[in-house]
């Protein structure tokens, strides 16, 4: 990913992040610039004295003093005391033999304070210290740098000069200070702006531009050629040595007005030159003057016209770069424009063409060489290159691993901040993964922008130049920031279409695997979308509202089929309306379709659909494979549970023989007892009669005993009634009454006060309590006589329910099988086949109940099952 961070970038609107980078140069650049100071301040000091004609030691032009002052302004304050101390030897080289050291030495020091007192005035006026491009910058120069500097500086030089050499203090004074004013105007600019500017001015100028600067550069010579011809043919221009001066404005002012304030200093500087060596040689038209007064005189006119001509100039560079930057503000408010209305109306399919389309676009406007927009891939955790650009000539963008090639640089955008460089050595030390990576690509400046839409980063943009560096104000990297929006904005448009997309894809794909008939309904029953499930049911015929496709009225198609006499049709109808309200949550319906035993079972479901539309799913499913399964294992449960009650009885023969044996014994003694009576004369008829009594007594109870017998060991369907629970678990007591005499098992009843009745079958029930109450009695067999006894209670909960419990002293249950032992062939007992409790469960589970079992707390476990009640509880 091409981006890193600057130094100050705006990251989010009304935010500015401050990043941490190394501004330090390198030591060959500090090396390098500290050696080209100490060459130009000795030239510079060798044609100052060149130019000390006056009889005062101060030369009318001192070049050295503007070379150190910009060299301050376009360096950092921590190097100063280097490029100070490089100018050192120069100066100590570039004095005269003659002159004494000291006074060499403490001459540069008035020349450094000069100079520091420029760059630090001027620092403290100007915004923009190595900048002359507006009329606050170029004010703040002048009274800086020309006015204060020489001003405070010119007192010590005197004082020294006129100390060491006898010369007149406010003659060295006066000379000083105009001289180093002129330097200051002419030279300083120039040098700031050549260094600067004049680089990119060459390299981006037309050929008609270059033309009109060397124009621009020779005119001075030719007029002051003319000037010259003028004075020796003209007393006119002799008397007035003013004149020629003024014939060179027009220079002046061409240069002020189409180059600015670095071709002003430039033509000014040219003209200062020719006028300075053509006093110096005593050429016209200064030959009819004083040397000194002429120089004064023409000190003061130069510096009286370039003042304002400089001015001018940063007055009319400021207008140009006003308008320029508003035309550029235009373009691209009208490019942000046409680039905002470009993703509105364009579907998901053609969002490629036009991010390529504007990232081309986007690039060509700002000039750059390279406009990259990555995504970044939640599932894997990485910035992919999703669309990218590059200008003619510049090789493609080369495959990289943005998590290992940039480790630094992704939590900067993730963290959503506008990061960038305008050269690889303002990257922070902890980057060099990244410089390495910027530097084999060969990016000379980048800028990204971080892509954020819905609260999270979808992306990055990045802005690349591999030809030339780039600087990123902030304004420009404000406006890029509104590009990013609408990227983003477009970007999350296009993941939001491809979302939905790929969702009516994954529901039409879901729709047609189904085997059901399904069909989607509105809030008011009509049909919007079926499968192929649905339709080829309405074309075979299928059940009601299948013939009913797209459009219709899926409501309407069940009262049509209630009307014509299908049951089943009206409560769809209902608890499908139900299920559109919302005052149901869902629906679902079985039914027999088509003739009796050669007809299909449907299930029928009706399932809201969340959203503010509304509306709900319909689906038809085929069950009758399940139906006749169902039904097979129904009949399988009854054979088994029917087997299991006759080896149940099996158990119970020697208790049921000791049940049947006390009438019939009773029979046959009351019987032999009246045969006697019969025999006696008189007969005793009364006792007979008694007698007779008694024997219809014991039939009856014999006949109890094998009429229950006969119920719980019948064959046959299930038949529902209404059963009062506790006479139900009172006959079952008694019919293993005996068995637990014979166990030595006391049974005992704790039954609700309060008449619990549910509707189920008796024989089931039954059997549900014989198999609890006979396991409880196996569990005591190793328990001693006193822990023997269960107890059966029922009470009436809340649900409303009956709820059983059968408690036990035995043994328990280990630890962990209290689910266990209701599974199918799971059993404790040597010879037990592990299937009494799962028909157990089972009988509980088809009549609507829950069965379970616990330990006790002492000793035993209580096995529990509850089963609705026919009505609510009574108080």
Wanted: charge should be neutral.
């Amino acid at each position: 990913m091409e981006a890193v961070t600057s130094r100050r970038l705006s990251s989010l609107p009304g935010r500015r992040v401050t990043t941490n980078r190394s501004v330090l140069p390198s030591t060959v650049r500090i090396a390098g610039t500290a050696l080209l100071v100490a060459v130009v301040y000795y030239l510079g000091a060798r044609v100052g004295e060149q130019l000390r004609f006056l009889p005062v030691t101060t030369s009318v032009m001192w070049p050295p003093n503007a070379i150190l002052t910009a060299t301050l302004l376009l360096t950092r304050p921590r190097w100063w005391g280097i490029y100070l101390l490089a100018a050192f030897p120069a100066h100590l080289l570039g004095q005269p033999a003659a002159r004494p050291s000291t006074l060499a030495m403490a001459l540069f020091v008035t020349n450094c304070s000069e100079a520091l007192i420029a760059a630090l005035t001027v620092r403290s006026l100007s915004d923009a210290p190595g900048r002359f491009d507006t009329l606050r910058r170029m004010a703040a120069f002048i009274v800086g740098a020309v006015l204060v500097a020489p001003f405070v500086s010119s007192f010590g030089d005197a004082a020294l000069v006129a100390s060491f050499k006898g010369e007149p203090y406010w003659l060295v004074w006066r000379t000083r200070f105009f001289s180093n004013m002129l330097t200051e105007l002419t030279l300083v600019p120039a040098i700031v702006v050549a260094i600067t500017q004049g680089l990119t001015w060459l390299q981006h100028a037309s050929l008609r531009r270059r033309l009109e600067a060397v124009g621009l550069a020779l005119l001075p010579f030719g007029m002051w050629s003319l000037v010259m011809l003028a004075v020796e043919h003209s007393s006119a221009f002799r008397a007035s040595p003013g004149v020629p001066l003024a014939l060179l404005l027009p220079a002046l002012s061409w240069a002020a007005v189409r180059f600015g304030p670095g071709g002003t200093s430039v033509s000014l500087l040219t003209t200062v030159l020719l006028v300075v060596w053509s006093g110096s040689h005593g050429s016209a038209p200064f030959s009819t003057i004083q040397l000194a007064e002429g120089i004064l005189a023409l000190q003061i006119f130069l510096i009286a016209v370039g003042i304002p001509l400089l001015l001018l100039a940063a007055v009319i560079d400021e207008r140009q770069r006003a308008q320029h930057a508003l035309r550029e503000r235009l373009s691209f408010e009208e490019l942000l424009s046409h680039l905002s209305g470009a993703f509105v109306h364009v579907p998901a399919r053609a969002m490629d063409a036009a991010f390529e389309s504007w990232l081309r676009q986007l690039g060509e406007f700002l000039g750059l060489d390279r406009v990259t927009l990555y995504r970044f891939s939640r599932e894997l955790g990485e910035f992919i290159v999703a669309y990218s650009w590059s200008g003619p000539g510049v090789a493609p963008i080369s495959r990289v691993s943005v998590i290992r090639d940039f480790p630094w640089l992704v939590p900067q955008i993730l963290r959503e901040q506008s990061v960038g460089f305008s050269r690889l050595d303002e990257l922070p030390l902890e980057a060099a993964r990244e410089a390495e990576t910027f530097r084999r690509r060969g990016v000379r400046s980048n800028l990204a922008i971080p892509l954020v839409a819905g609260g999270r980063v979808l992306g990055s943009l990045a802005f690349v130049t591999v030809t030339s560096e780039r600087e990123w104000p902030d304004e420009l990297v404000q406006r890029l920031q509104l590009v990013g929006e609408v990227f983003a904005n477009a970007l999350a448009q296009k993941e939001a279409e491809e979302a939905l997309r790929s969702s009516e894809e994954m529901k039409s794909a879901i729709l047609a695997s189904l085997a059901s008939g399904v069909a989607v309904l509105d809030r008011h029953g009509r049909i919007v979308e079926v499968n192929d499930h649905w339709a080829r049911s309405a074309r075979d015929g299928g059940v009601f509202g299948a013939e009913v496709g797209v459009d219709g009225s899926f409501l309407g198609a069940c009262w049509k089929a209630a009307l014509d006499g299908v049951a089943v049709a009206r409560e769809a109808m209902i608890g499908t309306e139900s299920v559109l309200n919302g005052s149901r949550t869902g629906f679902a319906l079985e039914y027999a379709w088509g003739a009796p035993g050669a007809g299909r079972w449907l299930a029928l479901s009706v399932v809201p659909l969340k959203g503010p539309d509304g509306g709900a799913v319909v689906s038809h499913t085929d069950v009758t494979e399940r139906k006749h399964a169902e039904m097979d294992a129904q009949r399988s449960r009854q054979e088994l549970a029917h087997f299991t009650r006759v080896s149940t009885m099996g158990e119970l023969t020697a208790s049921l023989a000791h049940e049947l044996n006390q009438p019939l014994t009773g029979i046959l003694a009351n019987a032999q007892a009246a045969q006697r009576f019969l025999d006696a004369r008189p007969p005793d008829l009364g006792e007979i009669r008694a007698i007779l009594s008694d024997i219809v007594d014991d039939d009856k109870r014999a006949g109890e005993v094998i009429q229950r017998l006969r119920e719980f060991l019948r064959k046959g369907e299930s038949a529902l009634s209404l059963l009062d629970v506790n006479v139900l678990v009172r006959d079952v007591a008694k019919l293993v009454s005996s068995d637990a005499l014979i166990r030595n098992i006391t049974i005992s009843l704790d039954l609700a006060g309060e008449t619990p009745t549910v509707n189920a079958d008796r024989v089931q029930l039954q059997q549900l309590v014989l198999n609890l109450l006979l396991n409880a009695m196996e569990a005591m067999t190793e328990s001693g006589r006193e822990h023997r006894r269960v107890i059966v209670h029922t009470r009436l909960t809340e649900a409303p329910a009956v709820h059983v419990a059968i408690e036990d002293g035995g043994t328990g249950l280990r630890p962990g099988t209290e689910d266990l032992v209701f599974e199918p062939f799971y059993t404790t007992k040597q010879s037990g086949m592990g299937m009494g409790l799962s028909i157990a469960r089972s009988i509980v589970e088809a009549h609507g109940g829950a069965i379970w079992a616990a330990n006790n707390g002492t000793r035993g476990a209580t096995f529990h099952f509850t089963v609705p009640l026919t009505r609510a509880k009574t108080p």
